[in-house]
């Protein structure tokens, strides 16, 4: 099972809104609505930020925001802020042999 | 609160086994939900490597499988990691995590991540 594939970059200005995309197949993203996104920093663990595509776990900030289209799920940060600045993961519930995968992750840059 | 914490080598040489423990507090295993393994070589991705249930069922990364072993110690309130015949595309970050009622369901708490480094 491939991982899902996100963009290696993505970078806004503070106060502006970014989306991150994940696209994965009609075995995962497409067919589930069982995708998840992971905030880390440098030398720490992930974190939860969005599960089941839209939902927010209890402390997250409303500013992060999640969706799907079709294949591809989408993260949208919106109010950026430094403390954004991180690499992001989304992950998905797949029918192939594996029933976990990562996408390969996007690092967010706050200019 | 529930916390996680990894325990065990930070270097194993080439063929050995690596094995990890992951300690959980605040929360009892036996209570329910499932108990993965994730790791992350230096500057990559995450991999998902496995989960256990608290009754000893268990999932595995296909890409892994034949090489991996995920146990529980409801006792202990604690489930571990080992990783046979190991290269050094194995050293990684260990993280040690839980998610809920689905074996597939994200991982909402981790612990901190242990550097496992495979070298003679």
């Known amino acids: 099972q491939s991982a899902l594939t996100q963009p290696a970059s993505v970078s806004g200005s503070p106060g502006q809104s970014i989306t991150i995309s994940c696209t994965g197949t009609?075995?995962?993203?497409?067919?589930?609505?069982?995708v998840s996104w992971y905030q880390q920093h440098p030398g720490k663990a992930p974190k939860l930020m969005i599960y089941d595509v839209s939902n927010r776990p209890s402390g997250v900030s409303n500013r992060f925001s999640g969706s799907k289209s079709g294949n591809t799920a989408s993260l949208t940060i919106s109010g950026l802020q430094a403390e954004d600045e991180a690499d992001y993961y989304c992950?998905?519930?797949?029918?192939?042999?594996?029933?976990?995968?990562f996408g390969t992750g996007t690092k967010v840059t706050v200019l | 609160q529930v916390q996680l914490q990894e325990s065990g080598p930070g270097l194993v040489k080439p063929s050995e086994t690596l094995s990890l423990t992951c300690t959980v507090s605040g929360y009892s295993i036996s209570s329910g939900y499932y108990w993965g393994w994730i790791r992350q070589p230096p500057g990559k991705g995450l991999e998902w490597i496995g989960s256990?249930?608290?009754?000893?069922?268990?999932y595995y990364n296909p890409s892994l499988k034949s090489r991996v072993t995920i146990s529980v110690d409801t006792s202990k309130n604690q489930f571990s990691l080992k990783v046979t015949s190991v290269t050094a595309a194995d050293t990684a970050v260990y993280y040690c995590?839980?998610?809920?009622?689905?074996?597939?369901?994200?991982?909402?708490?981790w612990g901190q991540g242990t550097l496992v480094t495979v070298s003679s």
């Open positions: 992950s998905s519930y797949t029918i192939t042999s594996t029933p976990y995968v």
């Open positions: 256990i249930y608290h009754s000893g069922s268990t």
């Open positions: 009609s075995s995962d993203v497409g067919n589930y609505n069982y």
């Open positions: 995590a839980r998610s809920t009622i689905r074996y597939f369901d994200p991982f909402d708490y």
